[in-house]
């Protein structure tokens, strides 16, 4: 009799998953987040625990579980205990239904590396990350903290409205990919020999700063602001559950960075597989490309962080509603135009990818020729008796 | 339905694994708490007044609100971006329209000045 069936195997998936992407959460994604603000701020980081601090994340979970779980007397105490439980679900169920890779076998096993292909799959994980606003304001309003109800609240309204622009950015690819379906949407753009962010990456843009603003993550951070609302949200939390609302929050990294490969980057597809002359890369496995690169996106949110100031609560507002949602808005029905208004299945794809392409290449120029310009004037305002 | 049936026990799964931490560091820890310990984070003095007593500003209510407008909107949006290749011009046409008296109503709150901050 054969133990792992089809059933087994997915649920072993499940467990596996579910056990292995907070233990790398804890033990590679913040130390590597640590080290490397470190090395960007002229530091070293943390590099006392273990070889070159690789034992960090040890330390870090003894000390968090060992720590004193403080629940104030005034807070609501059912809802305090639940919000780091209900910040933590949506964030890692989303994980099932990423396509890591393909289908592949080991040994006399076949099996794929998704955990459940749904053909609702975009749908499903728009859905489910924006429960995770539940877990962040009522973690805020249970503490009945000001500052905390504050954080929760901002959270709240940072998150619904950057929802939108996100939804709309992946409609503008949804015109592309014709499935909702993840597996899908990696196969068509190996079809088609064509990555979805070069036809769509005003969309890639849009979706990667609200992915940026919907994970609570700088320069958006205003739900945590530690200058003015000490922390935010997560002011009284302490301990374990204080550990949770983390482990959420570098969750919900995760599954933007991976909806962002699957969706614009090809998936577990190497790069340009069709050209003869790249067909090296492929001795790296398809699990191996996914991994690089969702690395790229987790490294550009911490080069993020040590980069930009933190947006002001009424910028953020403005940047989200009155520039990304007629942005995307105005993407689709250009998108739509486009694929209409060629002949054939995919021309437009590739009309679109000039276009941006080229828009980009003017933007990026005319941005340098700014600066430049700035430059020359604020040399030019210097008085001659200051330069000696 | 067989598709869905591993997100619920994923879902299942991802909340046990907090339920279960927090209830294993329930036992390690040692806890000693005092009254002052136990006060919302402030100051250090007595609290007078407390955050669910309070007032919050209404523009917080507004933007959910709009929120709920422009997303049932975008839901609309993606059974049509799926089956966009086979409705053509018609579909464009019929996004366009309804498009456009989205376009109007989200002018009218921007001139309303709902979408302002201050």
Not at chain 1, 251 to 270: E, K, Q, Y
Not at chain 2, 67 to 77: A, H, P, R
């Amino acid at each position: 009799m054969k133990v792992l069936t089809p059933t087994v195997l997915t649920y072993l998936k499940v467990v596996i998953l579910v056990a292995v992407v907070p233990a790398i959460i804890g033990f590679v994604v913040v130390l590597a987040e640590r080290r490397l603000m470190g090395f960007m701020q002229a530091r070293l980081g943390p590099n006392r625990v273990g070889p070159k601090g690789l034992l960090q994340g040890v330390a870090d979970l003894v000390k968090l579980v060992t720590k004193e779980d403080i629940t104030p007397s005034r807070a609501e105490r059912a809802v305090y205990f639940l919000a780091p439980v209900l910040a933590v679900i949506p964030a890692l169920t989303a994980l099932a239904v990423i396509p890591f890779g393909p289908a592949i076998r080991i040994g006399k096993v076949k099996t794929t590396l998704w955990v459940t292909d749904v053909n609702i799959g975009l749908l499903f994980l728009l859905a489910i990350t924006s429960i995770g606003v539940y877990g962040i304001i009522l973690g805020g309003w249970a503490s009945n903290n000001k500052y905390s109800l504050l954080g929760g609240l901002r959270s709240a309204a940072q998150l619904v409205s950057y929802e939108v622009p996100m939804g709309l950015a992946l409609v503008s690819v949804l015109l592309m990919t014709r499935s909702l379906s993840m597996v899908e949407i990696v196969h068509r753009q190996g079809r088609l020999h064509l990555w979805f962010i070069f036809p769509g990456l005003l969309a890639f843009f849009i979706y990667f700063v609200s992915g940026v603003a919907e994970t609570n993550r700088n320069p958006f951070d205003l739900p945590e602001a530690e200058s003015e609302l000490v922390s935010g949200f997560n002011t009284e939390y302490s301990g374990v559950k204080f550990a949770f609302f983390f482990l959420g929050e570098y969750a919900a990294m995760i599954v933007i960075s991976c909806v962002a490969v699957t969706v614009f980057l090809g998936g577990w597809l190497p790069p340009f597989p069709h050209v003869a002359a790249l067909k090296f890369l492929r001795i790296l496995p398809p699990l191996g490309w996914f991994l690089i690169k969702a690395g790229l996106f987790l490294f550009g949110y911490i080069w993020f962080r040590s980069t930009f100031p933190r947006y002001r609560f009424d910028q953020l507002m403005a940047l989200g509603w009155k520039w990304l949602i007629p942005i995307s808005l105005a993407n689709i029905v250009i998108v739509a135009c486009a694929i209409l208004a060629t002949p054939g299945r995919s021309n437009g794809m590739f009309v679109l990818s000039y276009i941006f392409g080229g828009l980009f290449v003017v933007m990026f120029l005319l941005a340098k020729l700014r600066q430049k310009l700035a430059r020359r004037e604020r040399l030019a305002a210097i008085p001659a008796s200051a330069v000696e | 339905m067989s598709d869905y049936l591993p997100i619920l026990v994923f879902a299942l799964l991802a909340a046990a694994l907090p339920l279960a931490t927090i209830l294993i560091a329930r036992a390690l820890q040692s806890r000693k708490p005092n009254p002052a310990k136990l006060e919302p984070y402030e100051c250090g003095i007595e609290a007078t007044t407390f955050a669910l007593d309070t007032r919050f500003s209404v523009r917080y209510f507004l933007i959910a609100v709009l929120f709920v407008v422009f997303d049932v909107e975008t839901i609309f949006l993606f059974p049509w971006a799926v089956m966009f290749n086979r409705l053509g011009l018609f579909g464009l046409i019929e996004m366009l329209i309804f498009l456009t008296i989205l376009v109007i109503g989200y002018f009218y709150v921007w001139k309303r000045k709902a979408l302002d901050w201050a």
